[in-house]
């Protein structure tokens, strides 16, 4: 298991070099520059901002510089200072050295931030939602998905799918101004915008206080976001459930006398997870990056919107560092379901 | 439908794939869609928005581009009963059947030229990742070895692309590459055709190349699990070229997954269009689409939500219609779920 990790994680480094090639490519294959203007600069003024942001560098090497930031772990004696330039998400002190890694360079359209900065300012936001958001899907999914499969072809089956249903065919865009304007206009029982967790966040995502406060913001996004999930982890959850209650263990567990709700529980519900368990991770991917609709629509302060205006401000660090973060997170998720995926069902070896 | 094709299936003896057993199979598909009440309700509304798409001249009266600015905002009455917030500030205009957006226009010609635009991402968006999906696919599975770990890897790769933010970078990338070109070039002639379509053919581009990953690996899963079968063999035996086993002997067996998959993935093509549209990078205004609509509505939410629920709901009851169909093909044709009914 250890040796098949380490694998992973060596095929994780290679997956992110090729997303970082191919976004460098394109990112830079878009004509226009991240200073180029409806009213052009002066030469002389293009020049000195191109070599400061070294710009002007052949491809390959701002290619390789950038890697050389962010992959690799710098060792120096120098602490850090508050440069823009020298801005490390990771500043590890040993004794006299520090061991400083990824840095993710400036931002090109806000001069006094760096991509860090917008890391742990909007990130943490963006985070939680999404977290929230994948809380909602599984605790509406699930048990909606086993009620249909125990209750198979009664009226339970047919709401819980009706239900699932209507959550593939709303998307966030639909379903968030009918809640801004239901519950946040008409109703006025939630704020209709803004966001209610402030820094510092513990374990650099979680908010501090779980009131009234950081719930009242976040219900209607989390909602929005989380209820097509819950429909698709509900309908696989059925289906999954209903094809294990018809496994010859099951029956085996009936016949030697235990109880039904021992039966569910213990051998149908934990086996027929095993596809459930599968989903979340890309479930979780596509919830994280469908945060920033939701934040568009609620008003919420994440990384929403460094994902559409870094590109046409051909912001290249922004554009690099949000893609690598979000193929990064992909991966790791991955990661995580395949390891979760062999503790459920000790049949599946990695060697 | 013959009796000894009847009697044969359930016994497992009809092997040989006839022409005449694939159509009875289809028929059966068809009877048991039939049967589906909500397949058939979501078949029924596709069927209209087609209608509707197709005769949106005759529907909309009033143009969908025409900006009236002393109608802007303006409501019918009925509206006023639907949203009571409206009732201190609205002002009434019962020329306009949905009201009149922030610039005057018709919301309901709008909406109902903006079914043009889904429809299409609907027809286009499929079409586009199953042929390069099933190409992908069964090369993939059809050759196996290396050819089919380095082709994995490569999807494997792309699956890691946050695919929201791969269309988005494509996005701009043929929208802004293709605006200063010398007329003559492959390039131009491709952003001509985008903009006589209004826009609509870099989108397809984008959903396309980001789809068919998915149907790359549902093909292969199924040539793979049908390439050691006997009448494959025999194909080979008797000498049939590689490309005629695949396209002739294995693909006509493995379409109706194929097919069900690519009819549930059309919701979400059609939400990729309408989110696309929302953050400003979809079809080129005043070309109507919903998303666009939605988004424009949002900014105003508060003070005439109809301009962003009307189109809303075009968009859910489409999405709900396909998801209908999609569902009733699946329990039709998937034979892995029959029974499970």
């Known amino acids: ?351 | 439908m013959s009796q000894v094709d009847q009697i044969a299936k359930p016994l497992g003896l009809g092997g040989i794939p006839t022409l005449k057993k694939r159509e009875s199979l289809v028929k059966d598909g068809i009877r048991r869609l039939v049967k589906n009440r909500a397949a058939v309700l979501g078949f029924s509304i596709i069927l209209l928005l087609i209608l509707m798409a197709i005769f949106a001249p005759l529907i909309a009266i009033k143009s969908f581009d025409t900006q009236v600015l002393v109608d802007q905002n303006k409501v019918p009455t009925w509206i006023l009963s639907l949203f009571p917030t409206m009732k201190p500030y609205a002002q009434i205009s019962s020329a306009y059947p949905l009201g009149a957006d922030y610039v005057g226009r018709d919301m309901f010609s709008r909406i109902v030229y903006g079914a043009r635009i889904s429809l299409t991402v609907a027809f286009i968006g499929p079409f586009i990742s199953l042929i390069i999906g099933v190409i992908y696919g069964s090369i993939s599975g059809y050759f196996g070895g290396r050819v089919d770990n380095i082709m994995m890897r490569i999807v494997d790769v792309l699956y890691a692309f946050p695919s929201l933010l791969f269309i988005i970078l494509l996005l701009a990338f043929f929208r802004s590459s293709m605006s200063h070109l010398s007329p003559g070039s492959p390039a131009y002639l491709l952003s001509k055709f985008d903009e006589s379509l209004g826009g609509m053919f870099f989108i397809f581009v984008g959903i396309g190349l980001t789809a068919w990953e998915t149907m790359a690996r549902l093909t292969r899963g199924q040539v793979l699990s049908i390439r050691e079968k006997e009448f494959i063999e025999a194909a080979h035996t008797i000498g049939a070229p590689n490309l005629r086993i695949m396209f002739r002997h294995i693909l006509p067996n493995i379409l109706g997954p194929l097919v069900v998959a690519e009819t549930l993935a059309i919701p979400g093509y059609i939400a990729t269009e309408a989110f696309l549209s929302f953050i400003g990078l979809g079809v080129n205004p005043p070309t109507p689409s919903w998303g666009a609509m939605i988004s424009e509505g949002a900014n105003s939410i508060r003070s005439y939500p109809n301009q962003a629920i009307f189109p809303a709901l075009a968009l859910a009851i489409t999405m709900f219609a396909f998801n209908f169909l999609g569902d009733g093909l699946r329990d039709a044709l998937d034979p892995r779920l029959r029974g499970t009914q």
Not at chain 1, 61 to 74: A, F, G, R, S, T
Not at chain 1, 177 to 186: L, N, S
Not at chain 1, 204 to 210: A, H, Q, R
Not at chain 1, 252 to 263: F, Q, S, W
């Open chain 1, 1 to 351: 298991m250890g040796r098949y990790i380490i694998r992973r994680l060596l095929y994780m480094v290679v997956v992110i070099l090729v997303v970082s090639i191919i976004t460098f490519g394109l990112m830079h294959a878009i004509p226009g520059g991240p200073f180029s203007r409806e009213k052009a600069l002066p030469a002389a003024t293009l020049l000195i901002l191109e070599e400061r942001y070294h710009l002007n560098d052949p491809y390959w090497k701002q290619y390789v510089d950038y890697i050389n930031n962010v992959l690799v772990p710098h060792i120096t004696t120098t602490p850090p200072s508050t440069a823009l330039a020298d801005d490390c998400l990771v500043n590890v002190k040993i004794g006299k050295v520090w061991i400083r890694w990824m840095n993710f360079g400036p931002s090109f359209k806000s001069r006094s931030r760096t991509v860090n900065d917008i890391f742990r300012d909007n990130l943490p936001i963006s985070a939680q939602l999404g977290t929230m958001a994948l809380l909602v899907s599984v605790s509406i999914g699930m048990p909606l998905g086993i009620m249909a499969a125990l209750k198979q072809n009664t009226i339970w089956d047919y709401i819980g799918m009706s239900i699932s249903i209507i959550g593939v065919s709303v998307p966030v865009i639909v379903l968030g101004p009918i809640f801004v304007w239901v519950f946040g206009v008409a109703l006025k029982w939630l704020p209709p915008t803004g966001w209610g967790a402030q820094p510092p966040y513990i374990l650099g995502f979680l908010p501090s206080s779980l009131g009234w406060d950081f719930f009242k913001h976040a219900i209607m996004p989390s909602v929005a976001l989380g209820l097509g999930a819950s429909a698709i982890i509900a309908r696989l959850t059925r289906a999954s459930l209903l094809q294990t209650v018809r496994e010859d263990y099951i029956r085996t567990a009936r016949a030697k006398g235990l109880h039904e709700r021992v039966v569910i529980t213990r051998h149908a519900l934990k086996n027929s997870l095993i596809p459930v368990v599968t989903i979340l991770g890309p479930l979780f991917a596509a919830l994280v990056t469908g945060t920033f609709v939701t934040e568009l629509i609620f008003g919420i302060p994440g990384m929403g919107k460094y994902f559409v205006t870094s590109i046409t401000n051909r912001d290249y660090p922004v554009i690099m560092g949000t893609i690598l973060l979000y193929a990064v997170f992909l991966v790791i998720a991955n990661l995580v379901v395949d390891i979760v995926y062999a503790y459920l069902d000790p049949r599946i070896r990695y060697d």
